[in-house]
T-cell receptor, first 116, second 113 residues
Framework: AQSVTQPDIHITVSEGASLELRCNYS??????LFWYVQSPGQGLQLLLK??????LVQGIKGFEAEFKRSQSSFNLRKPSVHWSDAAEYFC??????????????FGKGTHLIIQP | NAGVTQTPKFRVLKTGQSMTLLCAQD?????MYWYRQDPGMGLRLIHY???????AKGEVPDGYNVSRLKKQNFLLGLESAAPSQTSVYFC????????????FGPGTRLTVL
């Protein structure tokens, strides 16, 4: 069965510093991978996705992620964080549900704190 | 377009009470989902639907029932609420195809005393 591991529960970064959030997945075939962000009291917003092709994908808000098959990883990066990036970040892997629906298996999330 | 909306935003129940959470989407999506989010657990799928009149169990279906009488609505019911069902509930929808992207509602925070 598929699974997603986000090793860091909390990460604290100074404003303007670079950021990398780790995500490791377990999936038998070529995975479809996602990063979602959840701001306090809000729903989840898609940051970026990887389906195939170029292993470095660009997303919204200046985020990017790199798919590394050999390491089963899909780490999220941003060169310079802003205070508004403080949020919960979820990595997810897609699976096919019965009936053709889109299943998502989520990691437990990483809480990002931005220091002034 | 409103996207995915959820009603209510907050609710407090006593153990044994029942309630229904409503999810509505205006994107004409075929697939709809209910998740629960608990601290340190990420999101877990409760039930989902691949179309009007159809529902299926997800990872954590016990204690919940769902109905999809209209394509745009997906209802989640708790017949006899328990404190273990205290959680934040998210609805999502998606469209068949290659993008496999789910769109999420803002969530319902439910507390069962």
């Amino acid at each position: 069965a598929q699974s997603v591991t986000q090793p860091d529960i909390h990460i604290t970064v100074s404003e303007g510093a670079s950021l990398e959030l780790r995500c490791n997945y377990s999936y038998g075939a070529t995975p479809y991978l996602f990063w979602y962000v959840q701001s306090p009291g809000q729903g989840l917003q898609l940051l970026l996705k990887y389906f195939s092709g170029d292993t470095l994908v660009q997303g919204i808000k200046g985020f990017e992620a790199e798919f590394k098959r050999s390491q089963s990883s899909f780490n999220l990066r941003k060169p310079s964080v802003h205070w508004s990036d403080a949020a919960e970040y979820f990595c997810a892997v897609w699976s096919d549900l019965r009936g053709g629906a889109d299943g998502l298996t989520f990691g437990k999330g990483t809480h990002l704190i931005i220091q002034p | 377009n409103a996207g995915v909306t959820q009603t209510p935003k907050f609710r407090v129940l006593k153990t044994g009470q029942s309630m229904t959470l409503l999810c509505a989407q205006d994107m004409n999506h075929e697939y709809m989902y209910w998740y629960r989010q608990d601290p340190g657990m990420g999101l877990r799928l409760i039930h989902y639907s691949v179309g009007e009149g159809t529902t299926a169990k997800g990872e954590v279906p016990d204690g919940y029932n769902v109905s999809r009488l209209k394509k745009q609505n997906f209802l989640l019911g708790l017949e006899s609420a328990a404190p273990s069902q205290t959680s934040v509930y998210f609805c999502a929808s998606s469209y068949p195809g290659s993008n496999r992207i789910q769109f999420f509602g803002p969530g319902t925070r439910l507390t069962v005393l």
